[in-house]
Every structure is written in C-alpha cells, then in structure tokens.
C-alpha cells in the first residue's frame, strides 16, 4: 500500500473527466523549469474520473501553473460546482478527510 505524508491536500471530490482532460492536466504540470518552479500538485485518474492532490509544504511556496489552475477551473464548472474545496486527507478511489478545508479553488482557477 502506498504511503501518504500528512501534509497531503486533496480535492473534497473527484472531478468527472475524459481521459483527454486528465492527460491535459498531466502536461499542464509538467512546464519548463527556466519559466516556473513545479510545484507539489498531482492528479490521478480512475473511472473517469480525475483525482487532485497537493503537498501542502510545496503549493504555497512554488504555487501552480496558470494553466493547471485554468484546466481545474473548467472541470470544476463542467461538474455543475461553483468551487471545489481542498482539504487534508487522503485521495483516490476511497476519500478521507479530516474535515478541515484549507482552501477553495473556483470555476476560474483562482484560489479563494
């Protein structure tokens, strides 16, 4: 079984999604590192669905490219949401949280 740092941040839900959407997301992290620093996101994909996750030591020190934000953005509005929470836990097919949400990412990829 894989093991999960306890700085992990996921989604509150996994995104509905083509397999085209998640390769999309997958390219959006992978930028040149001469114009932006990865920073500790990474999706995951099972079922149509795309998984969302971060480590919390990173995200806030290397942020995120614009068009992962953008790409998330427009999944979180082709879900019929009007954000999608981020919370501490563990993410994949089974969820869990521990039911404090560290941030909120809206339909335009902005966090709030």
Not at 46 to 64: H, L, M, P, R, T
Not at 82 to 92: C, I, K, S, T, V
Request: hydrophobic share 35%; net charge negative; glycine share 12%.
């Amino acid at each position: 079984m894989r093991e999960y740092p306890d700085d992990l941040i996921t989604a509150e839900r996994p995104l509905n999604a083509t397999r085209e959407e998640y390769e999309a997301l997958k390219a959006a992290l992978k930028v040149d590192p001469e114009e932006h620093e990865p920073g500790g996101w990474e999706v995951g994909y099972c079922d149509g669905k795309v998984y969302i996750f971060a480590y919390s030591d990173s995200i806030w020190e290397q942020g995120c490219p614009k068009a992962f934000d953008d790409l998330v953005g427009a999944l979180i509005a082709k879900n019929g949401l009007e954000h999608l929470d981020f919370r501490g836990g563990r993410m994949g097919p089974v969820v869990s949280h521990d039911g404090q949400t560290y941030f909120r990412m809206m339909t335009d990829g902005s966090i709030g």
